[in-house]
């Protein structure tokens, strides 16, 4: 390896220590290089780099050090099947949000590559689904990265994702209590997942049954504000008056 490359190389590394996550064309401008230059530089070196979603992350971060790992194998079977039900919904030239977590990146995984789209997302592992889908025009929320959760948040984005014409919203959660309503792990999800299910024509919670019952720290929806609840039993009207 040149002594030139092995510099980019460190330099990236020490930015990705720093930020966390680095877009592309950030990364370029940072190294002085094109973003052909960055992308073979990340590809020669898988046990360091991901890309993903046009962001640029640490391997270790994406390979082992968020819980989203820890809960990507609980009940893979459950959601893979609660996210067929979802997938039912999905019209083409619709824009859909989907939510983060280990249950939608199934739905962004089964969505077919010929139905045209768009795609709001806030999460790597959905990113990186969706950007193998050749008719997904994707939107990434970009912001700080939280590796927990393998999501990006930031206040700037809110306004705008009230904007976007939203025609479903597909929203997980880690607990759902009946009189509660749907709560979720990390509190800055919180205010993305509201603005998703404010601004869109129609709101789905899709989760799996073993998560009724459960409450989790970060409250952010009555299950009344869903059209309809999917699990892998199918589809179930969300309560009234929850």
């Not at 950007?131 to 809110?158: C, D, Q």
């Not at 607990?175 to 205010?191: K, L, N, Y």
């Not at 409250?219 to 504000?225: P, Q, T």
């Amino acid at each position: 390896m040149s002594s030139r490359k092995t510099g980019r190389i460190d330099a990236l590394a020490d930015a990705l220590a720093r930020r966390g996550v680095l877009h592309l064309r950030e990364a370029a401008a940072l190294l002085g290089v094109s973003e052909m230059t960055v992308r073979r530089d990340v590809g020669a070196h898988p046990e360091r780099f991901t890309y993903l979603g046009g962001h640029i992350v640490s391997a270790d971060d994406v390979a082992g050090g968020y819980e989203l790992d820890r809960e990507a194998d609980s009940h893979a079977g459950a959601k893979l099947a609660a996210c067929r039900h979802a997938l039912r919904l999905i019209a083409p030239d619709d824009t859909i949000f989907i939510d983060c977590g280990s249950t939608l990146v199934h739905l962004a995984q089964q969505i077919p590559a010929d139905l045209p789209l768009t795609a709001i997302c806030y999460s790597l592992n959905v990113a990186n689904c969706l950007a193998a889908k050749p008719n997904v025009r994707m939107i990434l929320l970009g912001g700080i990265y939280h590796p927990a959760s393998a999501t990006f948040s930031s206040g700037e984005w809110l306004e705008p994702l009230g904007r976007l014409g939203i025609n479903k919203a597909f929203i997980s959660a880690g607990g759902v209590d009946v009189q509660r309503g749907a709560s979720c792990s990390h509190f800055h999800e919180v205010p993305i997942k509201q603005k998703a299910i404010a601004g869109a024509i129609e709101s789905h919670l899709v989760v799996d049954v073993s998560k009724f019952g459960l409450v989790k720290p970060a409250f952010f929806a009555k299950l009344s504000d869903f059209r309809s609840i999917l699990t892998e039993e199918g589809a179930r009207a969300a309560p009234v008056d929850a």
